[in-house]
C-alpha cells in the first residue's frame, strides 16, 4: 500500500468488540487475567497496552523499520538509543545537534562511563577524522535544528557500517513522508513525535524505530523497565495525527519553501538557511535524499535587538519553542531551544544572537507572509 494508506489504517484497524472504527483509548492501568499466567496479550500499561502496539506498528511499517516502540517524550526515546552502548564506547553526535541532546550527553550519560564527541557530520572528512577505534554509534540530526544543515545519510552510513558502527538518524524535521533514513542505511531512526507526527501540540511523544533482533529487544527492555513508555490518551492522539501526516507535509512544504523564498528577497533579512534554496551549502543533498524540504527554517537579522523586535511584533507567528504543528511557532534559538548549549559552541554551529527559528504551519501563506511583512516593518 502507499504511505498515506499505511499511515491510515496500519495498527488502527476497528475495534473488534465493538466495530468502533476508531481504536478506543484503553484508560486502564491493568488486566484482569482469565487464570493465572492466562491473559488476552497485556497484563500492565507500563509494559505495554492496545493503543501502543498499534501505534508502533504503524510507525515501524511507515519509516520502513522492523520494530518501534514509544516514548513519553523524543528525549526518552534518544536517551534509550544512547543506552544501547556501554561504558567506554565512543558516539559521535552530529555538531549542530538539538540543544537537549547536548546536556543529556555532556551533563547525563557521561557519568555512566561512554565517551560524546561532536562531529560536523555534513562534512565528511570532519566525520572521518572523529572516528576512534572504540566508535561504536554515530548520532545524525539531518537537517538540524535550527541550522538546518544536511548530512549526506547514504555517505556516512556506508563509512559507519564498514566498521560495525551503528548509524542512528534523527528524522524529526522531515518526518517519513520527507525522508526515508533506514532506506538510505541508518539501521535506527528516533523522532520526537512531539513535532510533525503528532502535528497538532497536544502532547509530547518520542519513537525510535529499529532494524535488527537484538536492538528491538533491549529498547522494549528499556521501555518496560525505565518506565517512559507513551500513555494510552497519548498514542491514541499521535495516532489520530499520524492519519494526516502526508497531507500535511505536502501543505508544510509548499508553505516553507514559499516563505523561504519570500524571506530571501527581503531587504532587512541577512541570511535564510533552507535546504530547499539554491543558496543552501547542502541544497544537492538534500534534493537528493529528502522528498521535499519541509517547513523548518532559520534567518538572521543582524542583531539581537532586530530579532527581538521581529519577535515582538508578529501576531500570528506565536512566540513558543517547538514546532512541527499546524500553526506557525517563531522562537529564538540562542535564548530558547539552545540555551543550554555552552556559548562558544552555539557560535561555532551558528546559533548567532540574531537567528530567528521559524516553524511554518499550514495557515494560508499569503496571512502569514502579511503578519511576517508587517513584523519585518518593525525592525
Ligand atoms: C530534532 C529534535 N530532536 C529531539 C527533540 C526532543 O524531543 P522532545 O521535546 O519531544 O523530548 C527535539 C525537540 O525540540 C528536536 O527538535
Redo the contacts with the bound molecule.
Sequence with gaps: MGFATDAIHVGQEPDPATGSIVPPIYQTSTYVQEALGKNKGFDYARTNHPNRKGLERCLAKLEGGTASYVFS????A?DSIFRLTRPGDHIIISEA??G??VRLTTQLLVQFGQEFSFANTSDLDAFQKALKPNTKMVYV?TP??PTMMVTDIAAVAKIARARNIIVVV?N??MSPYLQQPIALGAHIV??????YLNGHSDC???VAVLTRAEDAERIYFLQRSAGAGLAPMDCWLVARGIKTLAVRMKQHDANGMAIAQWLEKHPKVKRVFYPGLASHPQHDVAKRQQKGFGAMLSFQLGSLEAARRLLDNVKLCALA???GGVETLISHPALM?HASVPPEMRQRIGITDDLVRLSVGIEDVEDLIADLDHALSKV
Design positions: 517524550s523524543g528525549m526518552a534518544i545537534v538539538y537537549g541532546v540530526e538540524t535544528n534523527d524529526t524535521f528516533v523522532h520526537s513525535m512531539t513535532k509530547t511523544a518520542g519553542e517547538s514546532l531551544t
